[in-house]
């Protein structure tokens, strides 16, 4: 079973800090990860995608990759209440049903005004 | 103006009747998807087409059926809706081949529907 694991969270933190949010999958073959961002009954927006191990950065998003440990991150520099949103994680890759994006649960993110 | 558009966005309906949900996209892509969602479990792939005569079945089909009438439409339907079937439902195109890597996803506003 594919699998992308997150802290369901809610993370709390407060406005002006940075915010980091955490992802690992299990398909050691995965080259393309995915962050979006999911305000509450709505639907996911991307933010970030990266390809390559290292830091891709966007504005106030930076995304992490780290292929080795199967380990990707997303941090939000100078978190703002307008960030307050569920993060949801994914991963392309295969399983017994094709190449599919494969998402983690999402972690719920709480910026304190 | 909205690149991916579902109808009805919210839907009440009773235990044994066939509900048809409809996806439709501007965006010129080839390969769309049905996702359901549901609290604390994340989006779940119900099924998925990369082209007019291409369907696919995802982690969750049972229970759904999908038909893709033209690039631009992707419909999914339950037979015989369960309470258990009430959740979000999101389609999604997307916009490389499979076997490349990348591939961004796009989501429509969601359906929010209920089985009594």
């Known amino acids: 079973q594919k699998e992308v694991e997150q802290n369901s969270g809610p993370l709390s933190v407060p406005e002006g800090a940075i915010a980091s949010l955490n992802c690992t999958y299990s398909?050691?073959?995965?080259?393309?990860f995915f962050w979006y961002r999911q305000y509450s009954g709505k639907s996911p927006e991307l933010i970030m995608f990266?390809?390559?191990?290292g830091d891709k950065e966007d504005g106030r998003f930076t995304a992490q990759l780290n292929k080795a440990s199967q380990y990707v991150s997303l941090l939000i520099r100078d978190s703002q209440p307008s960030d307050s949103a569920t993060y949801l994680c994914?991963?392309?890759?295969?399983?017994?049903?094709?190449?599919?994006?494969?998402f983690g649960p999402g972690t719920r993110l709480s910026v304190l005004p | 103006d909205a690149d991916v558009t579902q109808t009805p966005r919210n839907r009440i309906t009773k235990t044994g009747k066939r509900i048809m949900l409809e996806c439709s996209q501007t965006?010129?892509?080839?390969?769309m998807y049905w996702y359901r969602q549901d609290p604390g479990l994340g989006l779940r792939l119900i099924y998925y087409?990369?082209?007019?005569?291409?369907?696919n079945k995802g982690e969750i089909s049972d229970g759904y059926s999908v038909s893709r009438q033209a690039q631009a439409k992707f419909s999914l339907s339950l037979e015989s809706a369960i309470p258990n079937q009430t959740a979000l439902y999101f389609c999604?195109?997307?916009?490389?081949?499979?076997?490349?890597?990348?591939?961004?996803?796009?989501f429509g506003p969601g359906t929010r529907l209920t089985v009594l």
């Open positions: 999604a195109t997307s916009d490389l081949e499979p076997g490349l890597a990348g591939g961004r996803q796009f």
């Open positions: 398909d050691r073959g995965s080259q393309s």
């Open positions: 990266i390809y390559s191990n």
């Open positions: 994914a991963v392309k890759m295969w399983d017994n049903y094709g190449q599919n994006f494969v």
């Open positions: 965006k010129g892509h080839d390969r």
């Open positions: 087409s990369f082209d007019v005569k291409d369907i």
